[in-house]
């Protein structure tokens, strides 16, 4: 089906590409009052943007303290790259065993387990994306999951006493590795915490008001283009288990499909969304 998720067969890991269905960047940021995060206003997260060109990802901060921070993707150099957080000590395994993972072949599933082993992922996005997440003291790399170009970043220091923008609604991936939502889904911040065991992204897809769950049973079967699907959506990049992230997001009053497309650390060449990670939620 048209909607899969191309996890790529880059050498490296192309971490995670959106789909054909949504790839609209997301609109979160337009006309956002600049309310929740004044750099160096005591309460407030610190804020870092982030920009990537097609040498690297530039960081407008690459030292900063433990405890919530903002990031805000503001400009990237390909349509469809996503800066995802991620840290790991060992670098080149992470990025041989994804390759391996995304492959598809006998032993993706062990690959792509081993992944989770070594890596831990704390959220990305494309160009617009703006989302909060609490990190502790260490080393990090921002990834740009198109080009395969990083950056290194330090969190160390006095822990920052901040909390998260308040969710006006919750999504998260359950030990069973299915999406629930706490009701419809509504903005301005959409928290995203992964319980599950598996690193799991959520791609929101807007599609028809029509569409029901069998629609969608037979789309995933199906290799043709589902006629369901409309233009719009959203996207939260890869988070590894235990990690919650809140997303600055705007939501329609629309239905959306969401999906995980990362590849299952149970069955070789499956992702999540073909063993029912997907589910229909309205927006309001
Ligand atoms: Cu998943």
């Given at each position: 089906?048209?909607?899969?998720?191309?996890?790529?067969?880059?050498?490296?890991?192309?971490?995670?590409?959106?789909?054909?269905?949504?790839?609209?960047?997301s609109?979160?940021?337009?006309?956002?009052?600049?309310?929740?995060?004044?750099?160096?206003?005591?309460?407030?997260?610190?804020?870092?943007?982030?920009?990537?060109?097609?040498?690297?990802?530039?960081?407008?901060?690459?030292?900063?303290?433990?405890?919530?921070?903002e990031?805000?993707?503001?400009?990237?150099?390909?349509?469809g790259?996503?800066?995802?957080?991620l840290?790991?000590?060992?670098?080149?395994?992470?990025?041989?065993?994804?390759?391996?993972?995304t492959?598809?072949?006998?032993?993706?599933?062990?690959?792509?387990?081993?992944?989770?082993?070594?890596?831990?992922?704390?959220?990305?996005?494309?160009k617009?994306?703006?989302?909060?997440?609490?990190?502790?003291?260490?080393?990090?790399?921002?990834?740009?999951?198109?080009?395969?170009?990083?950056?290194?970043?330090t969190?160390?220091g006095?822990?920052?006493?901040?909390?998260?923008?308040?969710?006006?609604?919750e999504v998260?991936?359950?030990?069973?590795?299915?999406?629930?939502?706490?009701?419809?889904l509504?903005?301005?911040w959409?928290?995203?915490?992964?319980?599950?065991?598996?690193?799991h992204?959520?791609?929101?897809?807007?599609?028809?008001g029509?569409?029901?769950?069998?629609?969608?049973?037979?789309?995933?079967?199906?290799?043709?283009?589902?006629?369901?699907d409309?233009?719009?959506?959203?996207?939260f990049?890869?988070?590894s288990?235990?990690?919650?992230?809140?997303?600055?997001?705007?939501?329609?009053s629309?239905?959306?499909?969401?999906m995980?497309?990362?590849?299952?650390?149970?069955?070789?060449?499956?992702?999540?969304?073909?063993?029912?990670?997907?589910?229909?939620v309205?927006?309001?």
């Open positions: 089906m048209k909607i899969q998720t191309k996890l790529s067969s880059l050498g490296v890991a192309v971490l995670v590409t959106a789909t054909g269905l949504a790839m609209a960047p609109t979160a940021t337009a006309g956002t009052a600049d309310l929740f995060a004044r750099p160096g206003h005591p309460g407030q997260p610190k804020v870092v943007r982030l920009k990537s060109n097609d040498h690297k990802v530039n960081m407008s901060d690459r030292h900063f303290r433990p405890g919530v921070t990031f805000r993707v503001t400009k990237t150099v390909h349509r790259s996503s800066l995802v957080i840290e790991t000590d060992n670098l080149a395994r992470t990025f041989k065993k994804f390759g391996k993972a492959s598809g072949g006998p032993g993706s599933a062990d690959a792509m387990k081993t992944v989770d082993r070594i890596a831990t992922f704390y959220g990305g996005g494309a617009g994306a703006r989302w909060q997440v609490k990190l502790s003291a260490g080393s990090y790399y921002f990834v740009d999951t198109k080009t395969n170009k990083l950056t290194t970043f969190v160390k006095d822990r920052r006493g901040v909390k998260m923008a308040h969710a006006d609604s998260w991936a359950t030990k069973q590795n299915q999406f629930q939502t706490d009701g419809k509504s903005g301005n959409v928290s995203f915490t992964n319980k599950a065991h598996e690193i992204f959520l791609e929101a897809d807007h599609v028809a029509y569409t029901t769950p069998k629609d969608v049973r037979r789309a995933l079967k199906s290799h043709k283009e589902p006629k369901f409309r233009s719009g959506g959203f996207f990049d890869v988070q288990p235990g990690v919650k992230t809140v997303h600055r997001q705007d939501v329609a629309e239905k959306y499909l969401l995980c497309w990362m590849p299952s650390e149970e069955q070789d060449g499956t992702p999540h969304a073909l063993m029912g990670m997907w589910h229909l309205w927006g309001s």
